[in-house]
């Protein structure tokens, strides 16, 4: 009892425990709601929610709209399951986290095209679109790897924009500006519109947020930002069966970085990163049960980056192409087969990790079957060859069985994670001496390797409650991280301090990772044009190592997770609650008098007033409601309470 009180507290087992006695106790009934009625992109195979035999978390557009949040990592934070570690607010800089994976094992889709940047996992929350383009965010749990090859371990994200989804054949203009002020001078919007004449759609959007900062441990810094991204899209039906889709956008980040990577007395980080976005998408119908789509995206990303100004920054830029071809073929029997394959090919410029190249190629078959009696089952097997990691062989198998208003689910899956050019080479091009502390890359590293289960339910408690519960395992080998090292023990250390420690990039052995999900959420409408939205979700983990290596991001992920919302809305006011727990190791650096709680608790509350027809919205809006202290990296404060105010314009005309 003293092992399960330590990794599940008393709140989370009570929660459980309600959730566990309603489920019992609710009494089954026919529902209008059908399961499955969500067709998702993300397995490439085109089938509803249901039938995947994943976890599966689709918000739409109207819900992004309304919840209190900034950026897009941010909304993240708040969906179930997803553990966001932030280094700022508003967007500045978050790492992804998924079943107790690091930042490195999440891939992040933009319209199926790969945003995990090569350089380092720290850009992968920099996604280059505005919110209001977004037309829906699918979240994709446990082992992906079978379709998407490398880095796809805890999950896949794919973000879905109005233009690159087929549909709309309304002619109509319609669009969103905002403009918001608050607290520490912060300047924010996020607007954008699309249009659709004839045979053509345009798109734009522009998110800016900017402001002069929090107040930091430091006396002299506050942490200011400005981050500004410009999307423009375009797409055509070139024909009945034949459809065009193309994006160039610009993201533009700066902020001051202080112990963003480093509890180095000596740090006064500043970084900026620009990143240049291109993206192509040609959708093909053969005929009714064949379509082929083929896909290009071309990178460019500068990172300059200045940890104290008495000595030069690293700039780095980096440049990613990537090529992909998916077929997909729909039978009238519940057959399904997609296949596919992939190259791309990243260059880096950089003065302390060098000049250096990576190319990489893959192919897939995804096969899925629904039988007569509710039963779904896929299969997937890709091939990849990687020039570190050479030729890797990533089965898959998911299961699906619906019973009334119970679904089953199943999956099993291997996945791998090849090493970015920092954890291969971060400072190795360096002059020395070089200051204790530093990250060190090692050219040597191998792939990471896993095998991951997983098994859950969902339940429908009449029409408008959902209870779902998943628990899952992953075995790994071969993990990558940080160890702390004397410089006498790093291979080629002659730019080093003889004597003094330094983080040195390792595969480190096995790891051992247990999780349980668990979520209820409801709907209900109370009366003509006002209703309820809820959600709960807790997710526990426990990781075990047979290395008794002290790491840097392996155990850094959350033991205990809850998340949850509340929304009424109605035909004058639409009022948004979110919250967030998370317990996790505490963590000290005296260096520079910094600590990690062992938990801590957010919340963030939006209030929309509706005027003019619903077209104009007056809204207040505050963050960390209860102006709790807190950080998710050591020694990167996060901000306390920040009130802000705003004003939009939705338009929406037929042409």
Not at 229 to 245: G, I, M, P, R, Y
Not at 364 to 380: I, N, R, W
Not at 539 to 547: E, I, K, V
Not at 569 to 591: C, D, G, H, P, W
Request: proline share 3%; with cysteine.
């Amino acid at each position: 009892m003293n092992y399960i009180r330590q990794y599940f507290p008393p709140a989370c087992l009570t929660i459980l425990l309600a959730i566990w006695t309603m489920t019992g106790s609710a009494q089954i009934k026919d529902s209008l709601f059908q399961l499955g009625e969500v067709q998702i992109v993300s397995g490439r195979l085109g089938i509803s929610e249901a039938w995947s035999g994943r976890h599966v978390t689709v918000i739409r557009a109207d819900a992004i709209q309304h919840m209190p949040v900034n950026s897009i990592d941010e909304l993240l934070r708040y969906l179930p399951f997803m553990e966001i570690q932030s280094r700022g607010a508003f967007g500045v800089q978050s790492d992804i986290l998924m079943r107790g994976g690091t930042f490195n094992q999440m891939l992040v889709l933009l319209d199926g095209m790969r945003v995990n940047d090569p350089l380092t996992g720290h850009f992968n929350s920099y996604i280059p679109v505005s919110l209001v383009e977004i037309d829906r965010i699918e979240v994709y749990r446990g082992p992906a790897s079978s379709v998407y090859g490398a880095d796809a371990v805890g999950g896949v994200i794919n973000i879905i924009t109005k233009n690159f989804l087929p549909g709309q054949t309304a002619e109509r203009l319609e669009g969103r500006a905002e403009a918001w002020y608050g607290q520490h001078e912060l300047v924010r919007s996020h607007s954008g519109l699309n249009l659709k004449k004839g045979k053509w759609k345009l798109g734009a959007g522009i998110s800016y947020n900017a402001s002069e900062g929090h107040p930091l441990a430091s006396d002299s810094l506050r942490g200011d930002f400005r981050l500004g991204t410009v999307s423009l899209s375009f797409a055509a039906d070139l024909s009945e069966n034949l459809q065009l889709a193309v994006r160039s956008a610009y993201d533009n980040r700066q902020f001051n970085a202080q112990y963003f990577y480093t509890n180095s007395p000596w740090d006064m980080s500043r970084e900026q990163v620009k990143r240049w976005w291109n993206q192509f998408q040609l959708k093909w119908q053969l005929n009714q049960s064949n379509s082929l789509t083929l896909q290009a995206a071309y990178v460019s990303t500068k990172d300059s980056f200045l940890f104290h100004p008495a000595f030069p920054a690293n700039l780095h830029e980096t440049r990613y192409q990537q090529y992909q071809a998916n077929h997909l073929y729909r039978s009238g029997s519940g057959l399904r087969l997609a296949s596919g394959g992939e190259a791309d090919f990243k260059r880096i410029y950089s003065n302390d990790r060098g000049d250096r190249t990576h190319w990489h190629t893959g192919i897939y078959s995804v096969l899925s079957y629904t039988l007569p009696m509710d039963l779904s089952l896929s299969g997937g097997l890709r091939l990849d060859y990687d020039e570190v990691y050479g030729l890797e062989l990533m089965p898959q198998v998911n299961l699906a069985f619906v019973a009334g208003d119970w679904l089953f689910r199943g999956s099993a899956g291997r996945t791998i994670r090849s090493p970015d050019f920092t954890e291969r080479f971060i400072s190795t091009g360096l002059e020395g001496p070089l200051a204790p502390g530093r990250n060190l890359g090692n050219p040597f590293l191998v792939a990471e390797r896993a095998w991951s289960l997983d098994a859950g339910f969902e339940r429908r408690l009449g029409q408008d409650v959902k209870f779902g519960m998943t628990g899952f395992y992953r075995f790994s080998r071969d993990l990558i991280d940080y160890i702390i090292t004397l410089a006498e023990d790093i291979p080629g250390g002659e730019n080093l301090i003889p004597g003094e420690e330094y983080f040195f990039a390792q595969n480190i052995g096995l790891m051992n990772t247990w999780g349980l999900e668990s979520f209820l959420s409801g709907q209900h409408s109370l009366q003509k044009e006002t209703a309820i939205d809820w959600g709960l979700s807790y997710q526990g983990l426990l990781s075990r190592s047979d290395s008794a290596i002290v790491s840097k991001y392996l155990s850094a992920h959350a033991r205990n997770l809850i998340q949850g919302r509340i929304g009424i809305r109605t035909r004058l006011f639409n009022l948004q609650i979110l919250t967030m727990y998370k317990s996790r190791n505490a963590e000290v650096a005296r260096e520079i008098n910094q600590a990690l709680t062992p938990d801590f608790m957010i919340w963030n509350l939006k209030v929309d007033a509706y005027l003019w027809r619903r077209k104009l919205v007056l809204t207040y809006q505050v963050n960390n409601l209860f102006n709790r202290d807190y950080a998710d990296i050591l020694g990167a404060i996060m901000p306390g309470r920040w009130m802000m105010g705003g004003i939009t314009w939705n338009f929406n005309k037929s042409l």
